[in-house]
């Protein structure tokens, strides 16, 4: 069974600084990991995704994240943060193979303070 | 890119009552639709995985009675929630899943509130 960890459910920053917001996922086949944005009352959006290839991966609105397979660890980053990045993010695994369920993290609430 | 839709973006009934949610893919063929549900400030949750023709695999603690997944076509899935009661109010959200390009797109959620 797949699982997503995402350490701190709050995370703090002052705007310009660095974000970052970190999972680990233990799965038993090699996984594609994603990150998804939720925004207050609306649905998921998808910043980034790791299925195969380089390991760094870029995202949407300057986030990128770095698929670490030793480590188990698929962590975001966003070297200066914006008011406008105060929202819920998930981590989410899913086995390869594509077009199969996502197992999702519990979320980590960012704030931007200025 | 792909597109899914849900309809309606928010319902609020009284308890007791049954509600649908329908999620179409407008522009592929879902051959799997996965059902999440999420609660406040909380994550999203499976609840159900459907595959077109076949009946839905439920995820442990859900209801299979009371939560019905109908995905007669490739292009839409149903979850109806019967005989809704105030614990059921939440933010459900289905995502079409395409074995052609391997890709998962999301629908934009339906805000259930139970009174």
């Known amino acids: 069974a797949q699982s997503v960890t995402q350490l701190g459910s709050h995370v703090s920053v002052s705007e310009g600084a660095l974000v970052l917001l970190r999972c680990n996922y233990s799965?038993?086949?090699?996984?594609?990991l994603f990150w998804y944005v939720q925004y207050p009352n609306q649905g998921l959006q998808l910043l980034l995704k790791?299925?195969?290839?380089?390991?760094l991966v870029k995202g949407i609105n300057g986030f990128e994240a770095e698929f670490k397979k030793s480590e188990t660890s698929f962590h975001l980053t966003k070297p200066s943060a914006h008011m406008s990045d105060a929202a819920e993010y998930f981590c989410a695994v899913s086995d390869r193979g594509g077009g199969n369920k996502l197992t999702f993290g519990t979320g980590t609430q960012l704030k931007v303070e200025l | 890119g792909a597109v899914v839709s849900q309809h309606p973006s928010w319902v609020i009934c009284k308890s007791g009552t049954s509600v649908k949610i329908e999620c179409r893919s407008l522009d592929f063929q879902a051959t799997t639709m996965f059902w999440y549900r999420q609660f406040p400030k909380q994550s999203l949750m499976l609840m159900a995985t459907s595959n077109e023709g076949s009946k839905a695999t439920y995820e442990q603690g859900v209801e299979k009675d009371k939560f019905l997944i109908n995905h007669a076509s490739l292009t839409l899935s149903t979850l109806t929630v019967t005989s809704a009661h105030p614990e059921d109010s939440s933010f459900y959200i289905c995502i079409a899943g395409d074995t052609g390009s391997g890709e998962q797109y999301f629908g934009p959620g339906t805000r259930l509130t139970v009174t």
């Open positions: 799965s038993s086949v090699p996984p594609y």
């Open positions: 790791y299925t195969t290839g380089a390991t």
